[in-house]
């Protein structure tokens, strides 16, 4: 089984590709390679890998021939540009997000055409496909049924890539999954130009020594997940077979997967009990409306009720997300200073 990784060296990327070296398997079958495809080199890919690891630098348009030099059997599909960046730069969005999703479908039916496997692929989606309009208010809590609006240019894109996926499905060119993720956090390393980031600056900085700023109103909710949570999430919806009952993928709609309500107040409450009052006060308030405009459109009460019957389950709080990041990254937090 040759199971491809777009995005490969990113955040979510790193840690899916470790656990599935770790696992070795995908659905029950071995995998005899990972194809580790990203335009950002990343030099200790295969370092105490589990599988034959190849890996494929470059852009991924200009690379897929080299991506489908072999029958793909399952593909990961994590690479994007951001939200803010979308936001900013229209062309990017849609060269990064659709054009490429569009790209690979395309390489997947022609495979399947010339006799060769129907791919599985994961799509990882987002929360940002929903929005709130004044025509159409998001209701209290969406689930997969909720009509999706959304407020920016990368929630836009990413339902675009939605769309493809599903027709492409129904006409049998891939068996698609999409995942529509939280917001993840906390995330380690530089932040990157999500208009969510700052949800993790503000703990990750502090924790490091460094200032950081809130951009939102601190009695802003949102939906979040641990990257455990995510990827564990990601890698169960790419592997449950389809039909009824529990653990299976039931029907066409993509799968929200859990999410844990929380405040800005409450990670920053959630911080100065863990960390203390001198970690806490390196953060101040800045606001931002474009900012808060983003992250403000996205539903923080998520119905998941596909993603349980999977057995999938959100964090137990943000205590447990700020734990899990202190024990996966001590390395990360600063020597407290006399």
Known sequence: MRV?????????????????SRAGTFGGAQISRLVL?????????????GVPVQVVHGELLERLDEVFAEPVDA??????AVSAECEADF?????????????LLEAARAQARS??????????SSVAVYGSHPALPLPPVVSETTVPVPRSSYGTQKLMCEQ??????????????????MTVAVRPGRPNAAASAFL???VREPLAGLPAVCPVDPALKVALASPRRTVEGILRVAEAERGTGPGRLEGPLP????????????ILATLRQVAGDTVADRVTLAPDPAVEAIVGSWPAVVDHRRAAALGLRPDAGFLSVLQDYLTDHPDAVAEPSD
């Open 200 to 202: 993790s600056g503000i």
């Open 115 to 124: 006799g060769g496997p129907v791919l599985r692929m994961l799509f990882a």
């Open 37 to 49: 495809v990203d335009r950002v080199a990343w030099p200790d890919h295969s370092r105490g890998a």
């Open 75 to 80: 593909l990961f599909h994590l690479a994007a």
């Open 4 to 20: 491809v990784v777009t995005g490969a060296s990113g955040f979510l990327g790193r840690l899916l590709v470790g656990a599935l």
């Open 255 to 266: 799968v929200n997967l859990p999410a844990l309500t929380v405040s800005v107040a409450d």
């Open 164 to 181: 493809l996926i599903a027709d492409c499905t129904r006409r049998g060119f891939v068996d698609g999954r999409v995942a529509r993720l």
């Open 91 to 103: 062309d990017l969005g849609m060269h990064a997000n659709v054009d490429v999703t569009r790209a």
